[in-house]
């Protein structure tokens, strides 16, 4: 059970790059999430999830699109990469339902510098 | 609005308690959690509180809420140097848009021996 899993775990970009960050997650959870962390900003809600087929725009969603084609899989991308996106990248998921409220899932992350 | 205020730095000496402190603003927020992160790591959920319970303990760990005052309170007795780490308060709003979590921006806890 390998919960959530972020690929790549690093990446350099340069300005005007294209890449996706995949965040795919093995326990059927429902809501899938994209943050971005950075220093002294704590963590803010990029897009989100709540089904496959799925996605909604969260605190930041300039710059970036997403897409949930299957249930396990959430992608991120960056169209055209700028140096305002480096930024440390976390994706979680949860379960739907009242009855489980242990928390999100996170992944372990995924560094990426623009330059 | 969402607003999750925390400080930003807590020194601690070793076997100490540590307490860490938080506010919200949404009183419609119906979990708030405890994250921890290590350099270098992700999010490890410490420990969570229903909006309508005002305290848990989890072997070391005590939180405390108090709705009026909307504070949030992570208390770690007896602190050692695992302890060693960034503190994220976060509080989960029901029924919003984005059913996501809005984060405090981490109270780094500093042990000294």
């Known amino acids: 059970n390998a919960g959530v899993t972020q690929t790549p775990k690093f990446r350099v970009l340069k300005t005007g790059q294209s890449m996706t960050l995949l965040c795919a997650q093995d326990m059927n959870h429902e809501y899938m999430y994209w943050y971005r962390q950075d220093p002294g900003m704590g963590l803010r809600l990029i897009h989100y999830?709540?089904?496959?087929?799925?996605?909604a725009k969260g605190e930041v969603p300039d710059g970036y699109n997403v897409s949930r084609l299957k249930k396990q899989n959430f992608l991120l991308g960056l169209e055209s990469a700028a140096p305002s996106q480096t930024s440390v990248y976390f994706c979680?998921?949860?379960?739907?339902?009242?009855?489980?409220?242990?928390?999100?899932?996170f992944g372990s992350g995924t560094r990426l510098t623009v330059v | 609005g969402e607003d999750v205020e925390q400080s930003l730095f807590l020194s601690v000496r070793e076997g100490d308690s540590s307490v860490i402190n938080c506010t919200y603003t949404d009183s419609s927020s119906t979990y708030l959690y405890w994250y921890k992160q290590e350099p270098g790591a992700g999010l490890q959920l410490l420990t969570y509180i229903f909006s309508n319970m005002d305290m848990k303990q989890d072997q070391r760990l005590t939180v405390l809420l108090n709705k009026k005052d909307k504070h949030l309170s992570l208390r770690i007795a007896d602190t050692q140097t695992g302890d060693s780490a960034i503190y994220f308060c976060?509080?989960?709003?029901?029924?919003?848009?984005?059913?996501?979590?809005?984060f405090g921006k981490g109270t780094h806890l500093i042990i000294q021996p």
């Open positions: 999830s709540v089904g496959e087929g799925t996605t």
């Open positions: 979680a998921s949860r379960r739907t339902g009242t009855q489980n409220n242990y928390g999100y899932t």
């Open positions: 976060a509080e989960r709003i029901s029924g919003g848009g984005a059913d996501g979590l809005t």
